[in-house]
């Protein structure tokens, strides 16, 4: 799966096996925020299952921007 993320298709063997196995799960319920638009990118989540959308306000209504399906990368 790593080797599929565009940035990431240029980096060292080594390096791909330290962050696979540096991954740790996380479970989301439904229409909970799972990152901040302001927020700092602090990790690299990979999408197993489920969908994502990415949504932004504006005069106090959501709009749909994009939506991420399974091996989607979200930062």
Do not use: C, H, W
């Not at 994502?52 to 989607?72: A, H, M, P």
């Amino acid at each position: 799966m790593l080797k599929r993320v565009e940035y990431l298709r240029d980096v060292a063997e080594e390096i791909l096996y330290e962050i696979m196995f540096s991954l740790a799960p996380r479970q989301f319920e439904k229409d909970s925020i799972v990152l901040q638009e302001d927020a700092n990118a602090g990790s690299v989540q990979f999408l197993e299952q489920g969908v994502i959308e990415v949504f932004t306000q504006f005069e106090q209504n959501d709009f749909i921007l994009e939506k991420l399906y399974k091996g989607s990368v979200i930062n």
